[in-house]
């Protein structure tokens, strides 16, 4: 049987995602996080989020040891999903 030992998590900065880094963690996982950037203009109330968001995940990996990456997907989301 294959043993997984390394996961890469989709890290948003959020409570679920955060949680479900740690546990990953204190299972015995090798785990990355990666951030996915989709968006960079601001919201109706003329904040962007992104960049909190950005700063939300950084938290959780610097709490947790966990190597960030930051991938900015936004031009695809654009073109593509607009």
Same mark, same amino acid.
């Given at each position: =049987?294959?043993?997984?030992?390394?996961?890469?998590?989709?890290?948003?900065?959020? !409570?679920?995602?955060?949680?479900?880094?740690?546990?990953?963690?204190? /299972?015995?996982?090798?785990?990355?996080? !990666?951030? =996915?950037?989709?968006?960079?203009?601001?919201?109706?109330?003329?904040?962007? /989020?992104?960049?909190?968001?950005?700063?939300?995940?950084?938290?959780?990996?610097?709490?947790?040891?966990?190597?960030? +990456? +930051?991938?900015?997907? !936004?031009?695809?989301?654009?073109?593509?999903?607009?």
């Amino acid at each position: =049987m294959l043993k997984i030992q390394k996961v890469v998590v989709g890290l948003s900065g959020g !409570v679920d995602s955060a949680v479900a880094t740690l546990l990953l963690k204190n /299972k015995g996982y090798d785990v990355q996080a !990666v951030f =996915m950037q989709n968006w960079d203009i601001a919201d109706e109330t003329g904040v962007c /989020k992104a960049n909190e968001e950005y700063k939300d995940a950084a938290q959780v990996c610097d709490k947790l040891n966990v190597p960030l +990456h +930051h991938v900015n997907f !936004v031009k695809q989301y654009w073109n593509d999903v607009f």
